[in-house]
């Protein structure tokens, strides 16, 4: 299982960003993709999934109607759209195949930042 997550960067509060996660090295289209994120001195927290298929998608609290997930499955790519970032969003971010993250790949790092 291959994991590689994008997009990251700095941003204002109250702006955007959307992340990528390129999988490889497994049937990407039959495999629900999870994202986590670790806030410096925190540890590593789920907070969305979307299932195979697309159809199904489970938010935390906090990112429910901020954050939104999306997936092509023939370019084997999933995204996740971060709008109306927080300073408390701040964070490495993960994509993974279960929800522990025990399958994630290398992160990309949000600043939430003014």
């Known amino acids: 299982v291959q994991l590689q997550a994008s997009g990251g960067g700095l941003v204002q509060p109250g702006g955007s960003l959307k992340l990528s996660c390129v999988g490889s090295g497994f049937n990407f289209r039959s495999t629900p993709i999870y994202w986590l994120r670790q806030a410096p001195g925190k540890g590593l927290e789920l907070i969305s999934g979307i299932s195979s298929g697309g159809t199904a998608n489970h938010y935390i609290d906090s990112a429910k109607g901020r954050f939104f997930n999306s997936r092509d499955n023939v370019e084997k790519i999933a995204h996740l759209r971060m709008n109306n970032l927080q300073v408390e969003d701040t964070a490495v971010y993960y994509c993974?195949?279960?929800?522990?993250?025990?399958?994630r790949g290398q992160g990309t790092l949000v600043t939430v930042s003014s």
């Open positions: 993974a195949t279960d929800e522990r993250g025990d399958q």
